[in-house]
Nanobody, 119 residues
C-alpha cells in the first residue's frame, strides 16, 4: 500500500512559479513509476508528466514542455513538479499518482492540490 500526499499548490500570478511535492508512504516507493495529472473545472483529468522508477525516462506533456520539470528523490520518498512561467490555463487540481507499469490506470492517487494562476 502506498499513500500519496501532495503539497505546494496555491495562487500565483501568470509568469510565476510553483513547486509541487508529493510525499509517499511505504517502503516500495522506489519501485513505482510516478506521475502528475491535472484536472481543470469541467474537463477530464489529463497526464502532465511521469518519471520512471529508475529515473531512466521521463515524459512531459506538450502543455508542460519547456516550463515544467519532474524529479524524484527516492531517499525521501518524494516526487516534485517544478512549474515555471505559469499560465492561466494551468489552473487545475494537480494529482500525484503511482503506477505499476501503466498510466491508463494508476495504482494509487493523492488527494490533489489546487493550483490557480491569475492573469
Amino acid at each position: 500500500q502506498v499513500q500519496l500526499v501532495e503539497s505546494g499548490g496555491g495562487l500565483v500570478q501568470a509568469g510565476g512559479s510553483l513547486r509541487l511535492s508529493c510525499s509517499a508512504s511505504g517502503r516500495t516507493f522506489s519501485l513505482y513509476d510516478m506521475g502528475w495529472f491535472r484536472q481543470a473545472p469541467g474537463k477530464e483529468r489529463t497526464l502532465v508528466a511521469t518519471i520512471s522508477s529508475a529515473k531512466t525516462s521521463t515524459y512531459m506533456s506538450d502543455s508542460g514542455k519547456g516550463r515544467f520539470t519532474i524529479s524524484r528523490d527516492d531517499a525521501k520518498n518524494t516526487v516534485h513538479l517544478q512549474m515555471n512561467n505559469l499560465k492561466p490555463e494551468d489552473t487545475a487540481v494537480y494529482y500525484c499518482a503511482a503506477s505499476w507499469g501503466t498510466w491508463s490506470q494508476p495504482s494509487y492517487w493523492g488527494q490533489g492540490t489546487q493550483v490557480t494562476v491569475s492573469s
